[in-house]
């Protein structure tokens, strides 16, 4: 049997998630379903350093998005572009151009997406095998109902669980099935005339 060590890999993700959430601020998932609701943000660019590397054009951020089939953005990615202050270019061939653009990364995202739940909903598949063990036999008692009523509950409990357990597996499945949603402008950063 081979084994595999991964603490160097875990300590890795552990050191990306704590930099990750050192950036998030109190009122960031206020601002992003704000961004989400309202349309593209459009920010001028003030300082002289900045404009001076822009030299006139401006900076676009496009979200790209996969979405579940509970309608939850399974995975998203962000294309950058510079583009010519003065280009007259239609949003529609930017988008198409941005779509493009991202079209290897919704790929690769899908087959990670599908091979992440395939393996999720395999690991449930393989809870719901283990608990198909058959119920111990019950004798009951002539006068004593405590094994019967413990009996009631254990079979209550156990409907219970399988109710979570399906609801789970739907939730799974679902979640295995992602289509693509169309890009969107979501900030555009212009110089200052």
Do not use: K, N, Y
């Not at 595999?4 to 959430?21: I, P, Q």
Request: charge should be neutral; aromatic fraction near 4%; hydrophobic fraction near 50%.
């Amino acid at each position: 049997m081979t084994t595999t060590d991964l603490r160097d890999e875990a300590v890795a993700e552990v050191r990306r998630l704590l930099a990750a959430r050192a950036l998030i601020r109190e009122g960031d998932e206020a601002i992003g379903a704000q961004l989400e609701t309202e349309g593209p943000w459009i920010a001028r660019v003030r300082s002289v350093a900045l404009r001076a590397v822009l030299r006139g054009r401006r900076i676009q951020l496009w979200r790209v998005a996969l979405e579940d089939m509970s309608g939850r953005c399974a995975d998203a990615s962000l294309v950058a572009l510079a583009v010519d202050a003065d280009a007259g270019i239609d949003e529609a061939d930017v988008a198409a151009f941005v779509e493009r653009e991202a079209s290897r990364w919704r790929a690769d995202a899908t087959l990670t997406l599908a091979a992440f739940g395939a393996a999720r909903l395999a690991r449930e598949r393989a809870i719901a095998t283990a608990r198909l063990t058959p119920a111990a036999a019950l004798q009951h008692g002539l006068f004593d109902r405590r094994a019967e009523h413990l009996d009631a509950e254990r079979a209550a409990a156990r409907a219970s669980s399988d109710a979570d357990q399906q609801s789970r597996m739907a939730a799974v499945e679902r979640g295995c099935t992602v289509s693509a949603l169309p890009a969107r402008l979501v900030l555009s950063l212009v110089p200052r005339r």
